[in-house]
């Protein structure tokens, strides 16, 4: 893109063209902004990378807890949008939405200009493949969206986001440091790689991941707010005969995300060889944010088929049809065990060892022989079950008002 503008003006460095490029972008933000309610806004939600499942953690706060009288300020990416406007117009409330998506898109053709907008995004894919514009795209158009939408807020007070990891959330968060009180939601199963904590206030869904974090996360003021996807939970599996094969669901997570691929790759092998040994009836989904794309082509045809699975049925569907749901440290397992559904860990080398004070409580797997084991003694094993008949995590704390008010008056959160 850059190039294209510098050979369009001639007499500038491409480091010039670079800076030229990218301010005129922020021009054009500051000037959606201005278009917007943007300076009224005093509490801005991030939903980026995490879709359904941040929204999910987010969505009961901004129904009950935003300020009526200001508009919420809602940053989103091609794929919540639509989560957020569904949200909006059900609840009738003020809301600014930024898509930083389309305002970077929309921001590149001013910046190359109508004529050659078309041509310059042909370029680019031509010259240096696919990956080129989403590039340029997240790392100086949502950085320079984000920074001009903060600085534009004079009102803003409050950031709230679902996963401190995701690119949108990220930046904002560290934009917002020193000026914006920054506060993030548990949005799924705890991991290690929720460390470090960098928000100022962190909301865990129950007392056990609240003492977690709060041996991990010292600078943090961490408290307990409740699961709000537990409102929105799968119903206790209603009891029915078994089938001669258990029913297995394996919920895979994002490969290349999350995860080293060796090590993840591992976790698929566990499922591949429970489904050759053919004891069980084995279903394989892939995470939303997955792409077939990143598998090596040995695993190509088992991706490609979870994905098919992953587009027949919808997620509770295919989890109220399992006898029992194997995953690696995923918000599947504590969800299953809320239903009332075996569940077993799938813990192989070299992945990250799972923490024993949260995971502790499923069956393990390590190797096939294992898997096939915890598998085929389900009926009979305790350990495979064993999660469902505690309170952690079989039923997470659910949203309580008078916790939320407690909490949200201990951030410094005001009631509407």
Not at 254 to 280: C, K, N, S, T, W
Request: hydrophobic share 45%.
């Amino acid at each position: 893109m850059f190039e294209l503008y510098n050979r369009r003006r001639g007499r500038r460095s491409r480091f010039g063209a670079m800076q030229d490029g990218l301010e005129m972008l922020r021009q054009s933000f500051v000037r959606s902004a201005a278009d917007s309610e943007w300076h009224r806004v005093r509490t801005v939600f991030v939903l980026d990378g995490t879709g359904a499942n941040g929204f999910a953690t987010l969505a009961p706060l901004i129904e009950r807890y935003v300020d009526d009288r200001a508009p919420v300020g809602i940053v989103t990416t091609y794929r919540t949008r639509k989560l957020a406007e569904s949200l909006m117009a059900r609840l009738d409330r003020k809301c600014c939405i930024a898509d930083i998506d389309h305002l970077s898109l929309r921001a590149l053709r001013d910046v190359v200009g109508g004529s050659h907008w078309r041509q310059t995004v042909r370029s680019m894919l031509r010259d240096h493949g696919p990956g080129a514009l989403p590039y340029l795209l997240v790392d100086a158009g949502r950085r320079v969206a984000l920074a001009a939408l903060i600085r534009q807020g004079a009102s803003l007070r409050n950031l709230f986001v679902a996963n401190e990891r995701t690119h949108a959330s990220a930046l904002a968060l560290s934009l917002g440091e020193g000026r914006l009180r920054r506060i993030c939601i548990q949005h799924g199963a705890p991991m290690a790689e929720y460390l470090p904590i960098v928000s100022d206030h962190y909301w865990a869904w129950d007392a056990v991941v609240c003492g977690w974090l709060r041996k991990h996360a010292r600078s943090t003021k961490v408290d307990v707010f409740g699961n709000p996807r537990a409102v929105r939970g799968h119903s206790t599996s209603t009891p029915r005969p078994r089938a001669l094969r258990p029913r297995v669901l394996f919920a895979a997570q994002p490969l290349g995300i999350d995860f080293p691929d060796a090590g993840y790759l591992r976790v698929i092998d566990l499922v591949l060889g429970l489904a050759e040994r053919d004891v069980a009836v084995v279903t394989s989904r892939l995470h939303p944010a997955d792409k077939i794309a990143n598998y090596p082509n040995s695993y190509r045809a088992w991706a490609e088929h979870a994905f098919n699975e992953s587009r027949q049925r919808a997620f509770g569907e295919a989890m109220r049809g399992a006898d029992i749901v194997v995953s690696y440290a995923s918000t599947t397992l504590f969800e299953a065990a809320a239903a009332g559904l075996g569940t077993i860990a799938l813990d192989p080398e070299p992945c990250p060892a799972l923490d024993d004070d949260l995971y502790g409580v499923f069956a393990r797997a390590r190797t096939v022989s294992e898997l096939v084991n915890a598998v085929c003694d389900s009926s009979q094993s305790d350990i495979v079950n064993r999660a469902a008949t505690l309170d952690w995590p079989r039923a997470p704390a659910l949203l309580d008002e008078d916790v939320i008010d407690d909490v949200c008056a201990g951030a410094g959160l005001a009631r509407a």
